[in-house]
Nanobody
Framework: VQLQASGGGLVQPGGSLRLSCAASGSIFSINTMGWYRRAPGKQRELVARITSGGSTNYADSVKGRFTISRDNAKNTVYLQMNSLKPEDTAVYYC???????????????WGQGTQVTVSS
């Protein structure tokens, strides 16, 4: 199983970016999909996550600015980031727990990370 993240880059304050993360390989079912980030000198933190049923939760710092969504047919999770601030600068990682095989356990997987830099 692989998670391929894309969509990071350099953007000015107030701008927008959309991150995508596609899961591929042996996948029977996917539970929660989410995004975390690690800023320089800080611990990794949850940004947003979405359950298989579509329930979402967000870090307080991004509520009202970021929107997480998923396309179950494509095994893909998205993070629409609007009104970006310099403090959003970080490496963003996608995460999912999925079941590779029927009747098997769920496993936790991480993407490779994509850099988001918000600067003028």
């Amino acid at each position: 199983v692989q998670l391929q993240a894309s969509g990071g880059g350099l953007v000015q304050p107030g701008g927008s970016l959309r991150l995508s993360c596609a899961a591929s390989g042996s996948i029977f079912s996917i539970n929660t999909m989410g995004w975390y980030r690690r800023a320089p000198g800080k611990q990794r933190e949850l940004v947003a996550r979405i359950t298989s049923g579509g329930s979402t939760n967000y870090a307080d710092s991004v509520k009202g600015r970021f929107t997480i969504s998923r396309d179950n047919a494509k095994n893909t999770v998205y993070l629409q980031m609007n009104s970006l601030k310099p403090e959003d600068t970080a490496v963003y990682y996608c995460n999912t727990d999925l079941r590779p095989y029927a009747l098997g356990p769920f496993y936790d997987y991480w993407g490779q990370g994509t850099q988001v830099t918000v600067s003028s």
